[in-house]
């Protein structure tokens, strides 16, 4: 080989050799370069043949040296080089599965391995309840109709303070009085919150007659001429206005003994005979109960009127109103004969007696303020399957066209009579709806119904309206402002 080729060989190695292979063959290279050049001379043939052919092998056995010196150091570099990638390849995966062992013990939860310890049940004492708080002032929820009105807003409760002061004079023997309380039984619209009472009795207390749901206070003296009695009862009773919704049903059914109660006729008012062909006449044909109902508000209203010289709330008396044809009077008679009215033609009904206490937002007229001795009032009421006792006032709707000198055609007459068929305003409390009232521990004696206290000396009945035995003063004031 030529030494140009030599050289060209060397270069070509020398990039693709390591360093340290290329640093030998520059040695090399400069050790052959430092050696002269053998020139060639006349002398034989021979020995410049000779020489020619040992440098030619001399430099063939150092070009396969340096090659297999060359390749056995790529060798061994490449060996290892793959041994330390094999290490560190093997020692990344030892590691990543040492780190796989560790974190599948901290996740592994074997519930095989798991026992549940069962631990005796302790009783821990009750704590003691909380101290019960009033209810709130609002109307207990009633069953709605699928298709409902908008919210109403909150009712709104008045609790009044009625205080009741009675003595008696001119009264010899034994002497007991009696005294209507408001009903015991919490309506929608009612309720009654406790009664208290003083004076120089010898004993007093209260009794009930369920049959008439009416509660009464009674106080008896042993000597009414020596004792000068006195008595003073103060009730609380919360009030809200009562109203009649046509479009909420669904309403708790009323006893069946109740509605019949609320069927029979009394000494004072028959369901037969003029009553009945009356009621029917006031209908017509019509056949739904609350229609019949209004019908027969309606003809009550048109046909009667308020009589201002009828002694206290009318006799009640209304067999002999149908008989003479004058259907006048005062609250009693108006509402009496609505109720008979209804009854006679198979729709239950009740007359309820009260007292108004405070002033009215609808007519003067329709309130009371100050003593209100003489503010006894009978409002009425009748059922209807699905809707419950609907509230009516016909004798109201007749006082005010008396009070207000109201006109057939008047706008104000146009809504009170609506208004008062399904509503009853706040300012006045419920007594009772007793009819045919015997009094306990009194005589034989019978009253049409009691609304007015009552009085029974040495065998003599007399009431409040006797202002020369009877003195008698009540007054209403709001408790809660």
């Known amino acids: 080989m030529k030494r140009r080729d030599f050289l060209a060989a060397s270069a070509l190695f020398s990039l693709l050799a390591p360093t340290s292979a290329l640093a030998a063959n520059k040695k090399n290279a400069a050790t052959t370069a430092s050696k002269p ?75 095989a391995e798991r026992q549940t310890v069962e631990r005796p049940a302790v009783e821990r004492p009750t704590p003691a309840p909380a101290p019960a708080t009033p209810p709130p002032a609002l109307a207990p929820s009633e069953p709605i109709n699928v298709v409902s009105l908008p919210d109403e807003p909150a009712p709104h409760w008045r609790t009044y303070d009625l205080t009741s002061s009675i003595a008696i004079n001119n009264a010899r023997g034994r002497l007991r009085v009696w005294l209507p309380l408001a009903q015991y039984k919490d309506t929608l619209w009612q309720r009654s919150l406790g009664h208290n009472w003083q004076g120089n009795f010898d004993s007093a207390g209260i009794y009930r007659d369920p049959v008439a749901d009416m509660e009464v206070f009674y106080a008896d003296w042993k000597d009414a001429d020596a004792a000068k009695p006195q008595l003073q009862i103060v009730s609380q009773v919360a009030k809200q206005d009562r109203h009649f919704d046509i479009t909420r049903r669904n309403s708790v059914a009323e006893r069946s003994e109740v509605l019949r109660r609320c069927l029979q006729s009394t000494d004072r008012m028959p369901t037969d005979g003029l009553m009945r062909s009356t009621a029917e006449r006031a209908i017509g044909r019509v056949k739904d109960p609350v229609a019949r109902g209004k019908a027969i508000y309606d003809w009550v209203v048109d046909n009667t009127f308020y009589d201002p010289l009828a002694k206290g709330i009318g006799r009640g008396d209304v067999e002999a109103m149908l008989d003479s044809g004058q259907f006048g009077g005062k609250s009693a008679d108006i509402a009496l004969l609505f109720v008979g009215l209804c009854r006679s033609i198979g729709i239950p009904a009740r007359p309820v007696f009260g007292l108004r206490i405070d002033s009215s937002r609808l007519f003067a007229g329709l309130g009371a303020t100050g003593n209100l001795r003489a503010g006894q009032h009978c409002r009425a009421e009748f059922y209807t399957p699905g809707y419950g006792w609907i509230p009516v006032d016909p004798a109201d709707v007749r006082k005010a066209i008396h009070d207000e000198r109201l006109g057939s055609g008047d706008a104000k007459l146009t809504v009170l009579r609506k208004l008062l068929f399904g509503f009853w305003e706040m300012n006045w409390i419920a007594f009772n709806a007793a009819l045919d009232v015997k009094l306990q521990g009194g005589g034989n004696r019978t009253l049409p119904f009691l609304v007015l206290p009552q009085a029974e000396a040495g065998g003599v009945r007399f009431d409040s309206a006797d202002s020369g035995r009877f003195s008698y003063t009540v007054n209403a004031s709001r408790s809660d402002g």
Not at 60 to 72: A, D, T
Not at 76 to 101: F, I, L, P, Q, V
């Open 37 to 111: 050049s053998a020139k060639s001379t006349d002398k034989s043939s021979t020995k410049s043949s000779e020489k020619r052919g040992a440098k030619t092998e001399r430099g063939s056995h150092g070009e396969r040296s340096s090659r297999e010196e060359r390749g056995n150091r790529n060798e061994r570099g490449s060996r290892n080089e793959r041994g330390n990638r094999n290490e560190r390849t093997a020692k990344s995966e030892r590691h990543s599965r040492d780190e796989s062992k560790k974190t599948d013990r901290r996740s592994y939860r074997p519930v």
